[in-house]
């Protein structure tokens, strides 16, 4: 098995786009996802050109995925929160039926908050997530174990 | 939390924000877009060189993005501002108000001997015609009338480079790898109504 020139973009946004959308709306929130979602697909675009098919895109993308997520909360930590101008689109934000798991979710350590989503959102296993998060596999089990320890209690 | 449903639409409205931004920051090497036509919905595809593709609603439209992505570049992108230019000026052609296309033309996708047959081929003016054995004859290679018939049928960039206009010495349109009802209309489009009554 070969590595190959990756898809057309157009087909890889296609395919992708759905499960990035979902992890990214539990890892950032609701109100950053759609940010968040074009800065991952971009990264993904400046890189494209060099990337190699190897089977393995989707963890690529989760893993700018997650990048882009943990990032987007250490620069939401230096400065007060910057009430980013959200236009209005009619279906971006659905009513959460359990508001108070996301807003227990959305209290997590950003690394936690990831390997959360990637577990039990995604169903991905610890293999996979350690390859995403860039970590050992028991360093992913640990993320997992402590981010469900802290909703256990909260919620 | 966030049902599998829910994210899918919402990433389908999220994807436009991704194409203006990759627009805006130059990062689209292949723009693809499409226009209507009478013959059927028409697929273009523009790089940075110019015009790459022009293809028919029934052509396997998956197939081509992938000899786009594999012989100019994966970066494959719908972009409706950069594929602007060249579908007005495919409309203005089937309205009858275009008859030469001024576009440039991005040659990667067609072999040098495509490219030599195109270039002959793009001499023959609206509202003409010539012939196999002609543009043979035209690339000095007066033998090859097969093999220019073979080159025209894979020509990458239908209506804009002209190969509906090379027909049989007989006369009979001979073949058209968009099928030769089209090759009838756009003949018929441009030319004499008294040389193509009906």
């Not at chain 1, 620069?75 to 689109?89: F, G, I, Q, Y």
């Not at chain 1, 934000?93 to 577990?119: H, I």
């Not at chain 2, 509202?127 to 000095?140: C, D, L, R």
Request: glycine fraction near 8%.
């Amino acid at each position: 098995m070969g590595t190959r020139t990756p898809p057309p973009f157009e087909r890889f946004l296609d395919e992708h786009g759905p499960t990035v959308m979902r992890f990214l709306v539990v890892a950032v929130g609701p109100e950053h996802a759609d940010d968040a979602y074009q800065e991952t697909f971009l990264s993904a675009l400046r890189a494209y050109p060099r990337v190699r098919d190897d089977g393995r895109l989707d963890r690529w993308i989760l893993r700018i995925a997650s990048r882009t997520a943990i990032d987007h909360h250490r620069a939401r930590a230096r400065r007060p929160e910057p009430r980013a101008t959200v236009p209005d689109r009619p279906v971006a934000a659905p009513e959460p039926p359990d508001a108070a798991l996301l807003a227990a979710v959305a209290a997590l350590p950003p690394k936690q908050r990831a390997a959360v989503a990637l577990r039990h959102l995604l169903d991905r296993p610890y293999p996979e997530i350690a390859e995403i998060l860039g970590c050992s596999e028991e360093a992913a089990r640990a993320n997992v174990r402590a981010g469900l320890a802290t909703l256990r209690e909260r919620v | 939390m966030v049902t599998a449903a829910d994210a899918r639409v919402r990433a389908r409205i999220a994807d436009e924000l991704v194409r203006a931004a990759a627009d805006r920051d130059d990062l689209i090497d292949v723009a693809v877009g499409t226009v209507g036509s009478p013959i059927g919905e028409l697929f273009v595809a523009m790089t940075s060189k110019g015009l790459a593709c022009v293809g028919f609603d029934d052509q396997d439209r998956a197939a081509l993005e992938d000899r786009f992505a594999e012989d100019l570049s994966p970066r494959v992108v719908a972009s409706a501002r950069a594929t602007d230019d060249v579908r007005r000026q495919l409309d203005e052609y089937f309205g009858g108000a275009r008859r030469r296309f001024e576009v440039g033309i991005d040659h990667r996708l067609m072999s040098p001997f495509v490219r030599k047959v195109m270039a002959q081929t793009a001499k023959v003016p609206f509202g003409e015609v010539s012939t196999y054995g002609a543009v043979a004859k035209g690339i000095h290679h007066p033998e090859a009338a097969r093999a220019v018939g073979a080159a025209l049928g894979q020509n990458p960039i239908p209506i804009v480079l002209p190969c509906h206009r090379i027909i049989g010495a007989s006369g009979n349109l001979t073949g058209y790898a968009g099928g030769l009802h089209r090759k009838d209309f756009l003949l018929r489009l441009e030319g004499d109504p008294m040389l193509f009554p009906g």
